[in-house]
């Protein structure tokens, strides 16, 4: 059964969420249509970039993606309560970037006279001002502007209208860093379970892709978000070498180990838990019947919040 949005995003407490959105018709959202040959390989980018976007404008921090033919996945951390400590300007400046509406062509001075007059409207407007603060800590309506535009793109491109997404997208809450993790990894290797890759790395339009293409001026101990509009975003507890230790091993489990292309260490870094019950947390992403999905102490915390006593996949959950 379909459960309420508020009963499965908290508008009062900071949380991780596994996202995933996917398309609604037989024509492709990215990639090579097989019943048409027509390629949407181009998609993919409209998509990245609108996700990273809107990330440093809402109160929200991308740590994992994945662009895939038919549907997307985030890891998206979001702080409902961080824009009521923003001013006033600057919940009207991150407003009028990822809400203006289409424009004509102007001049430059044109154009930032647009802009003021906008802004200083909003500014006066203290009903309309609050509403946009809430959404712009708002998951649902982080979504909205992630999927409208493109389908609007989309069906012009096609020559078409209707809907170009399903109705709801999907979310399910991490409540650790196990969790946390193993929503990222699942999240990059889903090229890799696709079979449009043959290792992690070669994805493109996925967060490990653009990790590794972004330079480092300094080893690191923890991953921070790709792109975030919060002033301390969270920051995964594992090294980006580690990191790909780990979605090799996951990747690599069901191959014999001549024909792995590059093993890691035998040992899991960095969660104190036996390969076998990662595998398991990594494969519950897949359940979309899992609202909530971390260790045992974490799902019995999250229940006591939510006053039940059974939770799916209460019983599967690591220790």
């Not at 109160?59 to 038919?70: E, L, P, T, W």
Request: one cysteine or more.
């Amino acid at each position: 059964m379909t459960i309420a949005r508020a009963h499965l995003v908290d508008p009062d407490t900071r949380r991780c969420y596994h996202v995933t959105s996917r398309c609604v018709r037989r024509a492709w959202l990215c990639g090579l249509d097989p019943l048409t040959g027509r390629s949407f390989q181009h998609r993919r980018q409209w998509l990245e970039d609108r996700i990273l976007f809107l990330a440093n404008h809402f109160a929200v921090a991308i740590h994992g993606y994945a662009v895939m033919s038919n549907h997307y996945h985030l890891v998206i951390e979001l702080d409902p309560r961080a824009p009521e400590q923003w001013s006033d300007e600057q919940v009207a400046q991150r407003w009028l970037q990822v809400c203006a509406a289409e424009r004509r062509i102007r001049t430059d001075a044109q154009d930032i006279a647009y802009h003021a007059q906008a802004l200083q409207g909003l500014l006066v407007d203290a009903v309309r001002l609050q509403r946009c603060r809430e959404r712009l800590g708002s998951l649902s309506w982080f979504m909205r502007l992630v999927n409208e535009p493109l389908a609007r793109r989309a069906n012009r491109e096609d020559d078409c209208k209707g809907r170009f997404w399903e109705g709801r997208f999907r979310s399910q809450v991490l409540l650790d860093d196990a969790a946390w993790l193993a929503a990222t990894v699942y999240v990059d290797l889903n090229p890799v379970r696709a079979g449009t890759v043959r290792s992690p790395e070669a994805g493109a339009h996925t967060s490990i892709r653009r990790r590794l293409g972004t330079p480092q001026t300094m080893p690191a101990t923890t991953l921070p978000p790709l792109a975030s509009g919060l002033a301390a975003p969270l920051q995964l507890p594992v090294a980006l070498a580690d990191y790909r230790q780990l979605l090799h091993l996951t990747a690599n489990r069901d191959r014999p180990a001549s024909a792995v292309d590059w093993l890691p260490p035998a040992h899991l870094p960095p969660l104190p838990m036996g390969v076998d019950a990662w595998y398991a947390l990594v494969d519950t992403m897949c359940c979309h019947d899992r609202r909530a999905v971390g260790r045992i102490d974490s799902l019995r915390a999250y229940l006591a919040t939510l006053g039940q006593c059974w939770l799916r996949g209460l019983r599967a959950a690591p220790v």
